[in-house]
């Protein structure tokens, strides 16, 4: 028997018994998984005014800003890629039409901010202004992350204006200023506009998320400044002009978007800096100690 099957029989099958054993050992790997995000973040919110022209039309707990101007309208962010009905929705609300609006703005490249910015820049033919450290991510869908890989993926969207850090951009009397504030990405940014409330002129301000979460702090191969970024960023965010501050998720900024914008808790530019840098260092000092 041995002899007229051959070694080479036995081998092979040697080697196949051995396979489908191991084989057999194995777990099949995890299925791929959507992005999912909690519910307040996709709970779509009324028209909310925040100054004169400046309204929150996202959801509970993801910003979206419209700026109406004579002139036309601004969008900045828009939250998850399902909000885009919604948002065009309540831009009607206002009595803005999907031609009114003039540019598509961000705060950074991630798919609960930039989501529906391809779709919204389809359906209103805005332009979308950003910085060139954030062009890449959006026109790849957010694939190729430097911390999330491939795990925040969203319609990819090309940007029609490339930004320079302190630039104006101009839409009637409206003047947006963009600040770089690289950090939670390396193109985050914050504008800065003047509106009224109340009366009076206030230094509006959006800026960017400051959080580094789950982030590699120390010897990042993929972002080796990024302690250094956190660093300036903190001081610069500091110094912005800031009345009234708004973030891209409004707890951050003491904000609740319900019945009305209202902010819970008093903070300015300052505050939230301080706030970002006493969270970064205990989060440092968590992965110094591992």
Wanted: proline fraction near 6%; hydrophobic fraction near 40%.
């Amino acid at each position: 028997m041995r002899g007229s099957f051959g070694v080479r029989g036995w081998l092979s099958l040697a080697l196949l018994l051995k396979v489908t054993a191991v084989a057999a050992s194995v777990e099949p790997v995890p299925q791929l998984k959507a992005y999912e995000v909690p519910a307040s973040w996709r709970t779509p919110v009324e028209p909310l005014q925040i100054s004169d022209r400046t309204w929150q039309i996202g959801t509970q707990d993801l910003t979206a800003l419209l700026i109406k101007t004579k002139s036309g309208a601004v969008l900045i962010d828009g939250g998850m890629p399902q909000l885009a009905d919604h948002l065009l929705a309540n831009m009607r609300r206002l009595g803005v039409s999907p031609e009114d609006l003039t540019w598509i703005l961000h705060s950074h490249a991630h798919a609960d901010h930039a989501g529906p910015l391809a779709e919204i820049r389809r359906a209103t033919g805005a332009r979308l202004a950003s910085n060139a450290e954030s062009a890449h991510l959006l026109a790849n869908g957010g694939a190729g992350d430097i911390h999330f890989g491939d795990g925040l993926l969203f319609p990819p969207v090309i940007v029609d204006r490339y930004l320079m850090d302190g630039e104006i951009l101009a839409l009637g009397e409206l003047q947006l200023q963009v600040h770089f504030i690289p950090g939670h990405t390396p193109g985050s940014m914050a504008w800065t506009w003047q509106d009224t409330r109340d009366g009076k002129t206030v230094d509006m301000a959006y800026v960017d998320s400051l959080t580094a979460p789950g982030y590699q702090l120390l010897e990042n191969p993929r972002y080796p400044k990024l302690l250094h970024d956190f660093r300036a960023t903190f001081a610069r965010v500091r110094d912005l002009p800031c009345d009234v501050l708004l973030t891209p998720h409004p707890g951050a900024s003491g904000w609740q978007y319900a019945a009305s914008a209202r902010q819970l808790s008093a903070m300015d530019c300052a505050d939230y800096a301080a706030k970002a840098q006493i969270q970064l260092d205990q989060q440092l000092n968590q992965q110094r100690q591992k």
